[in-house]
């Protein structure tokens, strides 16, 4: 008998409409995290805005906004342990800050800083990853660390519907389902790979089946549902974590601005797809829930507002006044130690006298 | 001390490694049961037990993905590419992932990880398996590359590329694997990555060599003396990143005449970064110009004329004679 793709069904998981009303069971979170999800959302919102902003007068350098997509990754970086590890791409901005990583690292990153991609000690995460699906491979040998290790860590690799075409992903999902890693796919579909349009990207019919082939069970959810995509991604932790190995999440949104800031999305896209996709904003939604749980009020989203800019204007101000670093550093970046060939080249730049 | 052949180097240095250290893992296609293509695991899965040295599904990218990861977090993998011919599966976990980790974190992060590699020609595989590749990653800054040429060496220079806290692909020419045995310590022992070793000392010519070509460039070397008279110098450099220029700037200036022997095509290769070097640090001692016998700049032949596409004695000693003839 043929294996049919037609004949699987595939529901997304919602647990807010886009009303915000509760259609499913709302996961076990205290106010005060729903409340610190949130904040980190909208904060995370004029952020994005923010370095846009910055990109068009000259002060940082070409920049991918996640504007859309702050309920998929704050809600599933909620969901890891400190001490797990993320493998983001460069879009991952949010769900690196609610892991440990300041703004002010990724603003200094996206300056072309040449400590941007340095960060914190004891925060567990790989540098944003540019080589699309490059982090699949590296988030699975993490996985195997923590399988030889026996640590219980989970690896939390985030990647986009377009990397789900390149062979590293595959790979990847083949390794992690042989050796039953704790490893999780968090594939934010946001519909575009620049030009590219998901029904162009892939013939499968959705992103969450592509592990069923190697034995991985995948789950669609509500990428705009913050609390949705929580749950889901408290489901695979906790599979991962109980040696049951790799799980596949697709969690559908929207890339509300251009792929990077030297991309004009109006080019390939619609003003009624943007227009339509508005109207599941994942701030707004979840701002309604949070009202009618009567968690939130309006002087409440004033105060919040304030305290983003002002927060956000010094992350601003501390990455500019950051000195610029030098060339010469980066000589002792390329081994442990100095070559004779990188020595000879670091003092000369030193000198100045380099022909 | 056992005389023994580079495969059982190979495997002593990895079973000593392997002991010595809880965070050493080995993986790699067919690395496990088998014991690998040519044996170099030999009998390390049944030893240190499948979480140790582990049998890979088969696809390159991912094992050197896979090793990043592991790296990163604290472990020492030494991965095996089952032929060079291959590593272009792996280019951008290679070039542009492993080799850059350290300078994108500022030194955050890095990755003491081993790629071994088979490599070289003479021994009638099949098509894309006996390419000589190390140009493509000394085009590559941040990671090592180095290439034995005998059972002692293979063995220092791998448990030195292991504890190294860089990534460091350590090719093993094929053809020598079994070619002779020399006497080896049982014991560990390193040999520093980045020194050239003086085969044999002279004074009208220095060649240059290293890996598969560095027995093959010995033997014309010691022929031509047997035959003509004359002393050449022969360096086998052992390491292509670091080179060891010192080793190469200091011979240069003695002899006034450099060639360079290697199995890889001509153009771009190792052997044109060695002959930069004399030009811009011997241009005044020299009293030839310099010159490379090296693979020609075809893709790798079909096997049956690999030998005439290979470095070997008659170009070498033509080499040689023209090299002499310039006073």
């Not at chain 2, 200091?250 to 930069?276: F, L, P």
Request: aromatic fraction near 8%.
């Amino acid at each position: 008998m043929w294996i049919k793709p037609e004949d699987l069904t595939v529901s997304q998981v919602q647990i807010l409409n886009e009303a915000g009303d509760l259609v499913g069971e709302a996961p076990n979170l205290t106010s005060a995290q729903l409340i610190d999800m949130y904040r980190y959302m909208v904060i995370a919102r004029a952020y994005d805005e923010r370095v846009v902003r910055l990109q068009r007068q000259g002060r940082v350098g070409t920049y991918a906004p996640f504007s859309g997509q702050e309920a998929a990754q704050v809600g599933s970086a909620f969901a890891l342990e400190k001490s797990d590890w993320v493998f983001p791409s460069y879009r991952e901005v949010p769900a690196l800050w609610v892991h440990g990583i300041p703004l002010e690292n990724s603003l200094l990153y996206t300056m072309g800083h040449v400590h941007g991609a340095r960060l914190p000690e004891g925060v567990n995460a790989f540098p944003v990853q540019i080589i699309i699906a490059g982090q699949t491979t590296q988030a699975m040998g993490s996985a195997l660390a923590s399988h030889y290790l026996g640590d219980k860590l989970v690896s939390l690799c985030y990647l986009g519907d377009g990397a789900t075409s390149q062979g590293d992903f595959h790979e990847s999902l083949n390794f992690a389902s042989v050796w039953k890693l704790p490893a999780i796919y968090l594939i934010q579909n946001n519909q575009w790979a620049i030009s590219m349009p998901r029904t162009r990207q892939s013939g499968s019919q959705t992103l969450a089946q592509k592990g069923l082939a190697y034995g991985i069970p995948g789950i669609q959810v509500d990428g705009n549902d913050v609390l949705a995509v929580y749950q889901v991604t408290q489901e695979a932790v906790a599979r991962a974590r109980a040696g049951e190995g790799p799980s596949i999440i697709e969690a559908v949104t929207f890339r509300m601005g251009p792929h990077t800031t030297s991309d004009d999305p109006t080019r390939y896209r619609s003003a009624q797809e943007l227009e339509d996709w508005k109207q599941k904003d994942p701030i707004v939604r979840f701002k309604r829930y949070l009202l009618n749980e009567k968690l939130w009020d309006d002087g409440k989203e004033a105060a919040l507002l304030q305290e983003a800019a002002e927060q956000i204007e010094q992350v601003v101000k501390a990455a500019e006044g950051k000195p610029k670093g030098t060339l010469e550093e980066s000589f002792d970046y390329v081994y442990e130690s100095l070559t004779p060939r990188l020595r000879e080249q670091k003092a000369a730049v030193a000198k100045k006298e380099v022909r | 001390m056992a005389v023994i052949n580079m495969i059982e180097a190979i495997n002593q240095a990895l079973a000593g490694e392997l002991e010595h250290d809880e965070r050493v893992l080995i993986l790699g296609e067919d690395v496990g049961h088998a014991g690998g293509v040519f044996r170099a695991t030999d009998g390390l899965q049944a030893r240190f037990g499948e979480r140790r040295v582990i049998d890979t599904p088969l696809a390159e990218s991912a094992i050197i993905g896979a090793s990043v990861g592991l790296a990163a977090r604290g472990l020492r993998p030494v991965a095996e590419i089952q032929f060079l011919g291959f590593i272009y599966e792996t280019m951008d976990q290679l070039a542009s992932q492993a080799a850059r980790m350290r300078l994108r974190t500022a030194g955050r992060i890095h990755l003491p990880m081993v790629v071994r590699s088979p490599y070289g020609g003479g021994v009638r595989t099949p098509e894309l398996h006996s390419d000589s590749l190390e140009g493509l990653f000394l085009h590559s800054p941040g990671i090592k590359v180095v290439m034995p040429s005998s059972p002692y060496d293979a063995k220092g220079l791998l448990i030195a590329a292991i504890r190294d806290p860089d990534p460091v692909l350590f090719l093993e020419p094929m053809k020598l694997y079994r070619a002779f045995k020399e006497e080896v310590p049982e014991d560990s022992y390193t040999v520093e990555i980045g020194k050239a070793k003086v085969v044999q000392e002279g004074e009208d010519l220095t060649l240059i060599t290293w890996g598969a070509a560095a027995p093959v460039a010995t033997a014309a070397a010691k022929a031509w003396q047997d035959k003509h008279g004359g002393s050449i110098e022969v360096i086998d450099l052992r390491t292509i990143v670091p080179m060891d220029e010192e080793a190469i700037v200091k011979s240069v200036e003695k002899t006034g005449r450099a060639m360079i022997v290697h199995e890889a095509v001509k153009s771009g290769g190792a052997g044109a970064e060695v002959a930069a070097i004399i030009s811009e640090k011997c241009m005044f001692s020299l009293l030839a110009p310099i010159l490379r016998v090296t693979g020609f700049d075809t893709p790798y032949p079909a096997f049956s004329v690999e030998d005439d596409w290979l470095p070997n004695a008659t170009r070498i000693t033509a080499a040689i004679q023209e090299m002499l003839s310039y006073r």
